[in-house]
C-alpha cells in the first residue's frame, strides 16, 4: 500500500512539474463574428464599427484603407496604391489590382544622367518620384462590385476622426522625427509634420476631412475628374513633377485572376503580377513541400537553409522576368511548375550555401515596398478580404500636398530605373520591369488567403518592402507546419534572403547563436543589422471551433478589433 501511496505521489509531483514548464499558449484577439486587423486600433476599429452595422468585408475595407489614410500616414494613404484578394463565402476567389502607374509623359531613362547613371533621390524624393495613384479607384471600385452600404455610413466616421485627430504614438513620434530633413528637401514650404511631434500629441487633418467629404459627395470621379484632380495635378506640376489631369482621367483600377497553388493540403491564393508576390512564394514553397521541415523545426538550420535557396532562386527569377502583364509577358505558369522547380533546386545541397554568383534566373521561354500596411478582414458572413496599400517608402516621396491633406508616394522607383541597379530596397531589376507610360510598376505586396481542406483557413500580409514574401511565406508555414496560432506565428523571429545582397537578414538578437555558427560554416553571410524588423504581419487565422484568432504585429502599433 505504502509503495502505491509512493508512486501516486510521485506522478502527481510529475504532472504537476510538467503543467509548470508548458507554457500558455500565445493567441491574439478571439471573437465569433468578424474581425478586422490593421496598422492601428482606429482603422480596425472603424471597419469593426461597419462591420456590426450589417456591412460586409468590401464596405469594411473602404472604410479601414480611408481611415488608414487618416492614423497611418506613414503607409496608409489616398495618394498610393494596392492590391486586395478576396474569398467570397461560397467559395469564389480574385484580386482587385489598384497599383499606381507611370504618368503619361514618363520614359525609359528618365532617372538618368547625360552619361547614364542613376540620379540619387530623384525616384525617391519629390514630385518626379510620384505614379499616377490609384488608391481611392480601388476602394471605390471594390464597393462598387460587392459593398452593400452606403458610401455615406462608410465616410462619415472616417472624417469624424480626422476632424477629432489622432494620437501620436512613440513608433510615430520616431518615424517622424527621422524623415525631418526629408520633408524639408521634397516641400517647399512647411508642412502638418514638420513640427516636432511627441507621443500622446493630437494630430487634427482638417484639410484631409475637407478632401474625403468631397469624394463622399461626389465619388471617385471627385479624385480623378473633380476638383480634388485639378488640385492634384496642379501640385505635382507646380512642384517638377510630370502628372497632368489627363493621367488622373484614364486611371481605373483593374481586376485580375489570383496566383492559386497547393502546399500540402492547403490550397493558397495570392497576389497575380504586378505583384511579385504570388509567384515567388509559390516557387519558396512548392520548392520545400517535399522537405519535413516539421522534423526539421522551426528556425533549425535545416529549416533555414531549405528556405534561403528556394528564396535566392525565386529573387532571381522575379527580377529577370516578372513586371506589368499588360505590358510583358510573364510566364508564371512555367515558373511554378514542378519540373521548372525541380531543376532550379537540383544544385542545393545540405553540406553549403549555393553563392549568388552561380544562380542566375532560370531558363523559360517566353515570346520590385518596406514601408507598406496591411490588414485582413473576415466578416461575419463569411467573406473574406486581404489588402496591401502603399506610399512605397515610409510617407512615400514626403511630398505632401496641403491642401488636399495627404503624402504622395514614390512608386516609380518600383521601376527599374536602369537595368542591373538596385532599387531603395537592394532589388535588382531588369527589361521586364522598365518604365513605360501608363505601366504598373513591380511590387513584392502578398496579400493571401489560405483554405485548408477547402474552407477559409487564414486571411494574412504584411508591409516590409522585398520582405514581404517570405514574411507571409514564412508566418503560413509557421501555422501549418509549426502547428502555431496567429499571434504565436506572427510574433516568431523571421529571417529573409532576396539573392542579391547574398546574405540572409535576421532580426537581432532572436535567433541561437549556435545556429548562426553552423550557418556560417555552411557558407552563408547572416546579416542581423540590415533588417532589425522584417515585415508587421496582420493575420486571421480560422480556429477549429470556427472562432477567429486576430495576429496584430507587436513590430509595429498594429491592433484587431472584432465582435
Not at 7 to 16: D, P, S
Not at 134 to 158: D, N, W
Not at 393 to 422: A, H, I, T
Not at 492 to 513: C, G, S, V, Y
Request: proline share 4%.
Amino acid at each position: 500500500m505504502k509503495l502505491k501511496y509512493i508512486l501516486v505521489a510521485f506522478t502527481v509531483i510529475i504532472i504537476c512539474f510538467s503543467c509548470k514548464e508548458k507554457k500558455a499558449p500565445v493567441r491574439g484577439l478571439v471573437t465569433t463574428k468578424a474581425m478586422v486587423v490593421s496598422a492601428r486600433i482606429e482603422a480596425s476599429n472603424i471597419g469593426k464599427q461597419i462591420l456590426e452595422q450589417g456591412g460586409n468585408a468590401f464596405d469594411a475595407m473602404m472604410a479601414t484603407d480611408l481611415a488608414l489614410a487618416v492614423a497611418y500616414p506613414y503607409a496608409g494613404n489616398l495618394g498610393g496604391g494596392g492590391f486586395m484578394v478576396y474569398r467570397l463565402n461560397n467559395g469564389d476567389i480574385g484580386a482587385l489590382d489598384y497599383r499606381e502607374k507611370a504618368p503619361l509623359a514618363a520614359t525609359k531613362d528618365m532617372y538618368l544622367d547625360s552619361i547614364g547613371n542613376v540620379i540619387p533621390n530623384l525616384s525617391t524624393r519629390g514630385a518626379m518620384a510620384v505614379g499616377v495613384p490609384g488608391t481611392v479607384a480601388g476602394v471605390f471600385e471594390a464597393h462598387r462590385k460587392f459593398g452593400t452600404l452606403p458610401i455615406e455610413t462608410i465616410i462619415k466616421p472616417v472624417i469624424a476622426l480626422a476632424k477629432r485627430g489622432v494620437f501620436v504614438t512613440k513608433k510615430q513620434e520616431i518615424r517622424l522625427a527621422e524623415k525631418q530633413q526629408d520633408f524639408k528637401l521634397a516641400n517647399k514650404d512647411s508642412i502638418l509634420f514638420t513640427k516636432a511631434w511627441k507621443e500622446n500629441d493630437s494630430i487634427k487633418y482638417v484639410n484631409l476631412a475637407k478632401t474625403l467629404t468631397r469624394l463622399m459627395k461626389n465619388g471617385r470621379d471627385e479624385f480623378y475628374k473633380g476638383e480634388s484632380a485639378k488640385t492634384l495635378a496642379q501640385f505635382v506640376q507646380n512642384n517638377g513633377g510630370i502628372i497632368t489631369e489627363e493621367d488622373l482621367a484614364n486611371y481605373e483600377a483593374k481586376w485580375r485572376t489570383p496566383i492559386t497553388f497547393n502546399y500540402d493540403n492547403l490550397r493558397i491564393i495570392s497576389m497575380s503580377p504586378p505583384s511579385s508576390g504570388g509567384v515567388a512564394m509559390a516557387q519558396v514553397l512548392k520548392s520545400v513541400e517535399e522537405y519535413d521541415l516539421d522534423k526539421f523545426g522551426h528556425n533549425a538550420v535545416k529549416t533555414i537553409q531549405v528556405l534561403a535557396e528556394a528564396e535566392r532562386r525565386a529573387y532571381a527569377d522575379r527580377s529577370y522576368y516578372l513586371g506589368d502583364p499588360d505590358f510583358v509577358n510573364v510566364p508564371q505558369d512555367k515558373l511554378i511548375s514542378d519540373t521548372y522547380l525541380e531543376n532550379r533546386m537540383a544544385s542545393f545541397s545540405f553540406e553549403k550555401a549555393t553563392p549568388s554568383t552561380e544562380i542566375s534566373h532560370g531558363t523559360v521561354d517566353i515570346v520590385e515596398s518596406d514601408e507598406t500596411t496591411h490588414y485582413s478582414i473576415i466578416d461575419q458572413f463569411g467573406n473574406a478580404i486581404a489588402v496591401t496599400t502603399t506610399l512605397n517608402s515610409g510617407f512615400g516621396s514626403k511630398l505632401y500636398c496641403q491642401e488636399l491633406g495627404f503624402f504622395l508616394n514614390n512608386e516609380m522607383d518600383d521601376f527599374s530605373s536602369k537595368p542591373g541597379v538596385p532599387n531603395v530596397y537592394g532589388l535588382i531589376g531588369a527589361k521586364a520591369n522598365a518604365i513605360l507610360p501608363e505601366k504598373r510598376m513591380l511590387s513584392s505586396m502578398t496579400p493571401t488567403i489560405v483554405e485548408k481542406d477547402g474552407k477559409l483557413l487564414m486571411s494574412v500580409g504584411t508591409p516590409g518592402g522585398s520582405t514581404i514574401i517570405t514574411s507571409v511565406l514564412q508566418t503560413i508555414l509557421n501555422v501549418h507546419e509549426f502547428k502555431m496560432g496567429m499571434q504565436e506565428a506572427v510574433n516568431a523571429p523571421r529571417f529573409h534572403h532576396q539573392w542579391l545582397p547574398d546574405e540572409i537578414r535576421m532580426e537581432p538578437n532572436r535567433f541561437k547563436t549556435e545556429t548562426i555558427n553552423t550557418l556560417e560554416q555552411k557558407g552563408y553571410t547572416i546579416n542581423e543589422e540590415r533588417s532589425p524588423v522584417i515585415g508587421i504581419v496582420d493575420g486571421i487565422l480560422v480556429l477549429p471551433d470556427g472562432k477567429l484568432e486576430g495576429g496584430a504585429d507587436s513590430r509595429g502599433d498594429d491592433a484587431a478589433a472584432g465582435f
